[in-house]
């Protein structure tokens, strides 16, 4: 919950300040905070086994290219901007859902602190994650326009989830597993730094397979059983 007003309140204080600010401005402030979550992606990155994410990537990618998600995220998001959003811009309205959904979904912050807050009612790392995820909403719903705010519907589902169902999952979301997932996901954070520091045009989206081939290779030769 407290991640979902965080992003709300940074991403208000954001809009507020769109359109007063000027391009270069703009656009130098998104390339430095690019450049800070090129940085967050790395360090998740490296807390992974390296074939786990290679393997987790590649076929991730190939199979989001064929179920084309990331058209289909962004029509989705399109959609949404035209119920919602009618004088904006469907592309902008999709990249701003799009890129800060994955940012504050991904990660182990976003599980870690769930799990702590439902299994042992310890909100700090939630608390941390918060204040991170308010700060970069503010900056990037100042570019990015009025789809970063709803990004905190996503999160406040994902997170809520993870919390409600901790005590049922704190066997299986160990430390080590929660690595993994983490180094896949830093790979998709640094990615999406890149599209925001040096404008390239990976589709993160596709590559959301990878969490669930990093499930399967985990638990097939990581776990020490076989299934």
């Keep these: 919950m407290i991640n979902a007003i965080a992003i709300l309140i940074g991403g208000g204080l954001g ?5 007063k600010i000027s391009e270069s401005l703009a656009k130098g402030m998104t390339r430095a905070i690019g450049l800070c979550v090129c940085i967050i992606g790395i360090s998740s990155a490296l807390q992974g086994d390296i074939i786990l994410m290679a393997v987790s990537i590649v076929i991730g990618a190939f199979l989001g290219e064929l179920l084309a998600l990331d058209e289909g995220i962004n029509r989705f998001g399109r959609w949404v901007q035209s119920k ?56 990037l719903a100042s570019t990015m326009g009025v789809g970063v705010l709803f990004s905190a519907f996503p999160v406040l589902i994902y997170q809520g989830s993870i919390e409600f169902f901790a005590g049922f999952l704190q066997d299986v979301f160990t430390d080590t597993l929660v690595a993994q997932i983490a180094g896949v996901g830093g790979l998709m954070i640094f990615g999406i730094g890149t599209n925001t520091a040096l404008d390239t045009k990976i589709k993160i989206a596709n590559l959301l397979p990878g969490f669930l081939i990093a499930l399967v290779y985990y638990f097939l030769f990581l776990a020490g059983g076989n299934l």
Aim: glycine share 14%; net charge negative; charged share 15%.
């Design 15 to 19: 809009l507020l300040l769109m359109g």
């Design 84 to 139: 919602f959003n009618r004088g904006g811009t469907g592309n902008s309205f999709a990249e701003g859902f799009v890129t800060t959904t994955l940012l504050f979904c991904v990660g182990a912050m976003a599980v870690v602190g769930s799990i702590d807050s439902g299994l042992r009612d310890d909100q700090s790392v939630i608390f941390t994650k918060s204040v991170l995820d308010g700060v970069f909403s503010l900056i």
